[in-house]
């Protein structure tokens, strides 16, 4: 039973263009969330987070919008780079723990 | 710089043989964790330790154990490889001082089991 689900195993975008990746929980007991991202042969970084008491966050070229109703967030890449390549993991935990409970993965391709 | 390191990039073993992965982090990290990464399932974590001699089951214990004799190295262990243990194996570790959670991630180990 997934508790972190990122239903799009994949994206295509053009450069420049806005690359929107979602993820859905199903634990009400989580509230932090996080994104990382990860390169071929490389381990996950840590890319930006959000608390359960924001429903936005913001760092650069990259927002997370949190909509706790609806057990739903998404990363806003704006605007989309060749180098944003990559696959992206959602991520949630309960503040109390340090134990992430991740998604799937998006794979995002952005054409130059 | 933070730095996660794995033992090994890529392994290649024969089922029934006992494997030792070995993770060491160099942040002074209390905690440290072994997920296994597979194709649309994302990590799922296998292990996770809060302190030295101390271990705790994740999602997906069963047919690994681990060890923590030092607070820089974390071990993962195959005590019978099977061929469904074919999977990137991802280590890492976090400080809980540090309340944004962040995990700190080694480059990961390609397992492959014959």
């Known amino acids: 039973d997934q508790q972190v689900k990122q239903n799009s195993p994949s994206l295509s975008v053009q450069e420049g263009r806005i690359s929107i990746l979602n993820c859905d929980y199903t634990?009400?007991?989580?509230?932090?969330f996080l994104w990382y991202k990860k390169y071929p042969a490389e381990g996950p970084t840590f890319l930006i987070s959000?608390?359960?008491?924001?429903d936005k966050n913001e760092d650069g070229r990259f927002t997370v919008f949190l909509n706790k109703s609806a057990k739903h967030l998404s990363l806003h890449i704006v605007p989309s780079q060749p180098g944003d390549s990559a696959v992206y993991f959602c991520?949630?935990?309960?503040?109390?723990?340090?134990?992430?409970?991740f998604g799937g993965g998006t794979r995002v391709l952005v054409k130059p | 710089d933070v730095k996660v390191t794995q033992s090994s990039r890529y392994l290649v073993k024969r089922t029934g043989e006992k494997v030792f992965l070995e993770c060491v982090q160099d942040?002074?990290?209390?905690?440290m964790f072994w997920y296994r990464q597979d194709p649309g399932l994302g990590l799922r974590l296998i292990y996770f330790?809060?302190?030295?001699?101390?271990?705790e089951k994740g999602d997906i214990p069963e047919g690994y154990s681990v060890s923590r004799e030092k607070k820089e190295r974390f071990s993962l262990i195959l005590e019978s490889a099977s061929t469904n243990q074919t999977s990137m194996y991802l280590c890492?570790?976090?400080?809980?001082?540090?309340?944004?959670?962040?995990?700190?991630f080694g480059p990961g180990t390609r397992l492959l089991v014959l």
């Open positions: 890492a570790s976090s400080s809980p001082r540090t309340f944004q959670e962040t995990q700190y």
């Open positions: 634990n009400s007991m989580f509230d932090y």
């Open positions: 959000i608390s359960s008491i924001k």
């Open positions: 991520a949630a935990t309960k503040a109390a723990g340090n134990k992430l409970t």
């Open positions: 942040m002074d990290h209390e905690n």
């Open positions: 330790s809060y302190d030295v001699k101390m271990k």
